[in-house]
Each structure stands twice: as structure tokens, then as C-alpha cells.
Nanobody, 128 residues
Framework: EVQLVESGGGLVQAGGSLRLSCATSGFTFDSYAIGWFRQAPGKGREGVSCIRNSDGSTYYADSAKGRFTISSDNAKNTVYLQMNSLQPEDTAVYYC?????????????????????WGQGTQVTVSS
């Protein structure tokens, strides 16, 4: 059974930092990407960043560039999202998701329909 479990959310003051974790298990496929998404109250689910397992290549939405860093620890089957310089507009439920990759071609995407498995989410709240 494929599982993705987020952790590390919480309440921080503007300008602070958090590191989110996405623990994965039950993957029977060899090639995949892990994406981070977020959903704020009254808004749709927004892509934040993604990483490819085979080579560690990363991609960031404009809202995350320069402030957030995605990384992975293969030994722990865990993907991280380091979030710095947090602002109130970053407040959202953050989800990690897995996108199964087939074939040789790869292009990073941060659209919800491209991802196959989802975690339960973790709340991030940034106060001013």
C-alpha cells in the first residue's frame, strides 16, 4: 500500500522557518516525483515544489523560489521542504504527493491531476 505521511507543520511567526517531512512507503514503482502542494482557506490547491527520485532534480513555483528548498533522504525514504522567511500568505495545509513516471521523458509539473497518491496534509500557520 502506497503511503505518504506529512509532518512538521505548526505555528510560526512571520520571518520564521519550518521543515516539513514527507515519509513514503509501499512504492512498487521505480521512477517517480514527489511534489509539495498547499491549500489556503478559500483557495485552490497550489503547487509549491517537486523533486525527482532518480536524479534529485528540483522545480519550484514562483512563490517558493528563493525561500523554500526541497530535498530527499533516500535512506529514510523521506522528502523534505525547508521553508524560510515565512509570511502570513504561506498559511495553508501542505500536502505531499507522488507522481508515477513512465517512459524516458520527464518534465516537472505542479498540477494536481498529474499526481497519483496523496498524503493527509499538515497545517502551517504563519502569524504576523
Amino acid at each position: 500500500e502506497v503511503q505518504l505521511v506529512e509532518s512538521g507543520g505548526g505555528l510560526v511567526q512571520a520571518g520564521g522557518s519550518l521543515r516539513l517531512s514527507c515519509a513514503t512507503s509501499g512504492f512498487t514503482f521505480d521512477s517517480y516525483a514527489i511534489g509539495w502542494f498547499r491549500q489556503a482557506p478559500g483557495k485552490g490547491r497550489e503547487g509549491v515544489s517537486c523533486i525527482r527520485n532518480s536524479d534529485g532534480s528540483t522545480y519550484y513555483a514562483d512563490s517558493a523560489k528563493g525561500r523554500f528548498t526541497i530535498s530527499s533522504d533516500n535512506a529514510k525514504n523521506t522528502v523534505y521542504l525547508q521553508m524560510n522567511s515565512l509570511q502570513p500568505e504561506d498559511t495553508a495545509v501542505y500536502y505531499c504527493a507522488a507522481r508515477v513516471l513512465t517512459g524516458n521523458y520527464y518534465y516537472p509539473v505542479l498540477t494536481r491531476y498529474e499526481y497519483d497518491f496523496w498524503g493527509q496534509g499538515t497545517q502551517v500557520t504563519v502569524s504576523s
